[in-house]
C-alpha cells in the first residue's frame, strides 16, 4: 500500500500549486482522503478532506476559500488544488487515507491509517 504525493515547490504569495497523491497496492475508490501540512517545528495540522465519493469536503479555517481537494476514483488520485497562497503555507503536504470504507469526513490524524511521504511546498513573501 503506498500513497505518493507530489506537485509541491516553490512559489511566490499569490501563487497557485495543485498537489496530487496517487494511491497504489489497495483501492482508495471507498476511502476518505484529507491533506495535512507540518511546518519546521510545529505539529502536523489538518488541512482539507473528502469522502469517499467527494460528495462531503472540510476545510481548515486557515484554507478555507484558497484551497479545493477533489478526487477522481478512477485513476485513484486525490488533489489540493491550492490557491492564493501565503507564506504561512509554508510545510511539508502530506495526503492521508482510512481503511475503513464509507466513512465521513475527519480532520483528525489518529484516524487515518495509510500515509504518503510529503511533498514540500515553499511559499516565498
Known amino acids: 500500500v503506498q500513497l505518493q504525493a507530489y506537485g509541491g515547490g516553490l512559489v511566490q504569495a499569490g501563487g497557485s500549486l495543485r498537489l496530487s497523491c496517487a494511491a497504489s497496492?489497495?483501492?482508495?475508490?471507498?476511502?476518505?482522503m484529507g491533506w495535512f501540512r507540518q511546518a519546521p517545528g510545529k505539529e502536523r495540522d489538518f488541512v482539507a478532506t473528502?469522502?469517499?465519493?467527494?460528495?462531503?469536503?472540510y476545510y481548515a479555517d486557515s484554507v478555507k476559500g484558497r484551497f479545493t481537494i477533489s478526487r477522481d476514483n478512477a485513476k485513484n488520485t486525490v488533489y489540493l488544488q491550492m490557491d492564493s497562497l501565503r507564506p504561512e503555507d509554508t510545510a511539508v503536504y502530506y495526503c492521508a487515507a482510512q481503511r475503513e470504507y464509507y466513512s465521513g469526513t475527519s480532520a483528525y490524524t489518529d484516524e487515518y491509517d495509510y500515509w504518503g511521504q510529503g511533498t514540500q511546498v515553499t511559499v516565498s513573501s
Open positions: 473528502i469522502n469517499w465519493d467527494g460528495g462531503s469536503t
Open positions: 497496492g489497495r483501492t482508495f475508490r471507498r476511502s476518505t
